[in-house]
C-alpha cells in the first residue's frame, strides 16, 4: 500500500485562491484536502483568518502575466508573516508568453517574511476558461503531499 506522509495536526494551514472560471478553485480544493484545511476564496480573507497559520498556500489564474487584482491587494495588505510558510501557485494556459504569477505570489509573501518551501507552481488550462489538463488534479494532490514532506523536514 502507498501510504503519503500526513501534515502534522497541530499545523495550521490556509489556501486562499482567486479563480474566474473555478479552474484554480479545484486546484485550491485538492490542495486543501490534502492539508487538512480550509480553501478560501479571497473575497472572505481577512487578517483573522490569517491568525496562527503555520502554513499559506496562495493559488490564482495568471489574468495578464500576473495574478488576478484581488490576490495582489490580498497579498499586499497581509502583515508580516513571522513564522509563516508558504508556496504559490497559478492556473495557466501554454503559451511562450504566460507569465509566472505564481512566482510574483513568492516573491511578495517572502517580501512579507514568509519561508518560501516550494518552487513557483504552474498547473495548466487547456483553455480561457479551462478545463484544467488532464493529469492537473492528480498534479495539484502530488504537489501537496510535496509541500507535506517539505513541512515535516522543517
Ligand atoms: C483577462 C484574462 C487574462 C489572461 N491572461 C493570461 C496570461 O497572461 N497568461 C496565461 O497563461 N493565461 C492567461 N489567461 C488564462 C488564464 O490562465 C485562465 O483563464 C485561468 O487559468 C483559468 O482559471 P480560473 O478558472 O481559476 O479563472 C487569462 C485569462 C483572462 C480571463
Known amino acids: ?4 506522509p500526513e501534515i502534522s ?16 478553485k479545484t486546484i485550491a480544493e485538492l490542495i486543501a484536502a490534502t492539508l487538512h484545511c480550509e480553501a478560501r476564496h479571497v473575497s472572505k480573507a481577512s487578517l483573522e ?3 496562527n497559520v503555520d502554513l499559506l498556500v496562495v493559488g490564482s489564474p495568471i489574468n495578464a502575466w500576473r ?12 502583515e508580516a508573516l513571522t513564522n509563516v510558510r508558504a508556496a504559490g501557485f497559478d492556473t495557466r494556459m501554454k503559451t511562450f508568453l504566460s507569465g509566472n504569477a505564481a512566482k510574483r ?6 517580501q512579507k517574511g514568509a519561508k518560501i518551501i516550494a518552487q513557483p507552481k504552474g498547473f495548466y488550462v487547456t483553455g480561457k476558461e479551462g478545463p484544467l489538463e488532464a493529469n492537473e488534479k492528480e498534479n495539484a494532490a ?13
Do not use: R
Not at 105 to 110: S, T
Open 67 to 78: 495574478p488576478t487584482p484581488a490576490i495582489q491587494k490580498f497579498l499586499s495588505s497581509l
Open 49 to 51: 483568518a490569517m491568525k
Open 9 to 24: 495536526l497541530t499545523m495550521k494551514s490556509l489556501v486562499i485562491y482567486d479563480s474566474n472560471f473555478g479552474n484554480t
Open 1 to 4: 500500500m502507498h501510504c503519503e
Open 105 to 110: 505570489i513568492n516573491n511578495q509573501l517572502k
Open 142 to 154: 502530488n504537489w501537496a503531499n510535496e509541500l507535506v514532506q517539505l513541512v515535516n523536514n522543517g
